[in-house]
């Protein structure tokens, strides 16, 4: 015990600088919160449905309520129920056991309801495409708003992706791609 503590006063504390402050991230998500507030008057309830990603997708979208991003400052929340949601951010390819499921979330949902398309695989069906087992891309099953590229798109791409499904010009943002970066 006695040289493992004197070893960890030799060493000190080792950690990473803090990030920088990333002024595209910040204007994003003023962005967002006062699109947030006008559309809604209150804050945004998102439900996500795994349709049967590879979870990359789902480690970005956990980053986004990390203390970095922090979208429950800007009044972004996530729900356990589709019942209590706005918007409904979906990812993987939908495989043929979760079809029943994603319509029924997506049938769940109240309106006025947003679907959110998110990877490679929710937006084109990615690398399985369409098969036995899987329905391909998410469009192919439920009707999508906004699809957001990438493997796996990073957080900052999906704050944008958010933003376009809630933004004002709702014929402008209606099936649009976020560009990859």
Partial sequence: MIPILRQILRTGIVSEPAPAVDDALRATTQRLSEAVLKQ???ALV????D???CNGC????????????????IGIKFAASPRHADLLLVTGPVARNMEVAVKRAYEATP???????VGDC????????????SCGR?????????????????????????LAAIAPDRAEASRRNIPAQ
């Avoid at 998102?46 to 449905?49: D, E, G, L, Q, S």
């Avoid at 929710?122 to 087992?133: D, L, Q, R, V």
């Avoid at 469009?139 to 798109?153: F, K, L, R, T, Y």
């Fill in 58 to 73: 789902e480690l970005e979208i956990h980053a986004l309520n990390n203390p970095y991003y922090n979208l429950e400052a």
């Fill in 122 to 133: 929710g937006c084109t069906g990615g690398i399985f495409g369409e098969s036995y087992a």
């Fill in 40 to 42: 809604l008057g209150r």
């Fill in 138 to 162: 998410v469009a192919n099953v439920i009707p999508v708003d906004v699809s957001i590229p990438g493997c796996p798109p990073t957080p900052l791409q999906l704050i944008q992706g958010i």
């Fill in 111 to 117: 309106e006025p309801k947003l679907v959110v398309a």
């Fill in 51 to 53: 349709a049967g990603s």
């Fill in 46 to 49: 998102i439900r996500h449905v």
